[in-house]
């Protein structure tokens, strides 16, 4: 789906919505390993992990064995997680683990437990965190393992009750910080700046590191001489000021770091090739995409969220049948150069309603398992409300998807009803007085590329996919 669209010096700018029905919700945390070089549990910023890869919990027992042998020794090896925790309640919390050797955890950046060896769960060394509930916060937890036994087990609980001690739940971890839309959809931009950006810089004595949007590392060194050397095989100009900002020039991308570490923006590089490149300016925590900006004709493109200090619906009350916000960080509104918007209406934290200028409505249905199973655009719309009675409480002016394996959310067909078609034959006109600029453009996702993936080969329009057989009783 489309909203408007400008051309400008650098390409036409515009934002498209596409829905993915095997796009999966990054869960888990990032688990790394590294042999432990000087013995005593620290790592250093430069020293590269042997092993990298996701783990659903923090829990572990490897005996007296190796993690990744022959990669890591089976005594002195470090392994770290890093990732989201999502607090299920309001509460106090606390972290400690059942550990053999060290255990560290820290929760946005700040240390909550430190404990040498070994312990079973010891409340009484966790630090107290306030969270309230669904906020989602770094977590990084890491065990040193010196000689012998290797394990960990890590608890959380709340002083209150409301959160029973246990061994942290899978669905509590997560990969990223709150996601910008609901599960499925994508948005061209890089809303939360994680695409092929770096998100983050953390500045040591010796070096800057920069994280990129797929949570790796890269490390550029101070040189004596002033200055930082780029890691291995990259390229780029890192400058630090005196207030603390960091500055990178990454090909033709600028990175401005604030002197916390979090991405400010992200705009093209003054290049007398390129002069026109479209700015992205970022802001908040987590990061948001809120300006898309033309140098060259000053027009812009403003995202608003469901977060502290902006404004959702600019003033609007949405209406009756969607939620009154949508859920915490969620896009929710896009307000174009002309100054007419797009406002995006959620039901039950699911996308229930698109909203492009003119009021050109487009209303979405989900199932039971959390996928898109019915679309009604705007001509549809049009053509219930001109005879409510007998259409509003039908799909017979909907596009269906079924899928055959929910579990594989691999949609089967989609179809839109013999009515709408009849109608589309038929030439109907529309009925509403609504003004339209443009058709929402939908597309299905029919092959199993991956999330994100824009290529047009792997899109079939909606309606032309659907084969000539009945579809099966849902
Ligand atoms: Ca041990």
């Known amino acids: 789906m489309e909203g408007p669209t400008f051309n400008t010096v650098g390409g036409e700018t515009g934002l498209k919505m596409t829905y993915n029905s095997q796009q999966q919700e990054q869960k888990g945390l990032k688990a790394s390993y590294f042999p432990d070089l000087s013995h005593n549990g620290e790592i250093s910023p ?4 042997v092993l990298v890869r996701t783990e659903p919990q923090v829990n572990v027992d490897w005996g007296l064995g190796s993690p990744f042998a022959p990669a890591l020794p089976q005594d002195y090896f470090v392994a770290r997680w890093e990732g989201y925790f999502q607090a299920p309640e309001t509460g106090t919390y606390q972290f400690a683990g059942v550990h053999d050797d060290r255990l560290r955890v820290w929760v946005n950046g700040n240390s909550v437990y430190d404990q040498g060896c070994c312990s079973d769960v010891n409340w009484g060394v966790a630090g107290n965190v306030s969270l309230t509930a ?4 770094p977590i990084k937890v890491e065990l040193a393992e010196v000689t012998h036994s290797a394990f960990l087990r890590l608890f959380v609980r709340t002083t209150e ?7 942290v739940p899978a669905d509590w971890l997560h990969s990223s910080d ?11 931009a890089d809303l939360d700046g994680t695409g092929t950006t770096f998100t983050e810089a953390k500045v040591t004595d010796q070096n800057v590191v920069l994280t990129d949007g797929t949570g790796a590392k890269h490390t550029w060194t101070k040189k004596s001489t002033g200055g930082y050397t780029p890691p291995d095989g990259e390229e780029g100009v890192l400058a630090l000021d005196s207030a603390g900002r960091i500055t990178l020039t990454y090909g033709s991308e600028v990175f401005v770091f604030n002197a916390q570490g979090k991405l400010v923006s992200q705009t093209g590089a003054i290049d007398s090739r390129k002069p026109a490149t479209l700015q992205y300016v970022y802001d908040g925590a987590p990061s948001r995409l809120k300006e898309i900006k033309d140098p060259v004709s000053g027009r812009s493109q ?3 969220y469901n977060r502290p200090g902006d404004d959702c619906y600019g003033g609007t009350t949405p209406p009756a049948h969607v939620d009154p916000l949508p859920p915490a960080q969620m896009l929710c509104r896009i307000v174009y150069w002309d100054g007419s918007q797009s406002k995006l209406f959620y039901s039950r934290g699911q996308l229930s309603r698109f909203e492009d200028p003119g009021q050109e409505i487009t209303d979405f249905g989900f199932n039971t398992y959390g996928l898109l199973d019915n679309l009604r655009d705007s001509r549809a719309i049009d053509w219930v409300s001109a005879d409510c009675a007998n259409r509003c409480n039908t799909d017979h002016s909907n596009y269906m998807v079924h899928y055959w394996d929910v579990t594989a959310t691999k949609p089967w067909c989609v179809r839109s009803s013999s009515r709408r078609r009849a109608q589309k034959n038929a030439g109907t006109t529309r009925t509403g007085t609504s003004r339209r600029r443009r058709r929402p453009m939908w597309t299905l996702r029919g092959s199993t590329r991956s999330a994100g993936s824009t290529a047009s080969s792997s899109m079939t329009t909606l309606s032309a996919c659907c084969p000539r057989r009945t579809p099966p009783a849902r």
């Open 46 to 49: 430069q020293q590269e992990p």
């Open 178 to 188: 709150l996601p910008v839309l609901p599960k499925g959809w994508t948005l061209s």
């Open 161 to 167: 009750g409301n959160v029973k001690a246990q061994v």
């Open 302 to 304: 403003r995202l608003h």
């Open 134 to 137: 669904g906020q989602r916060v």
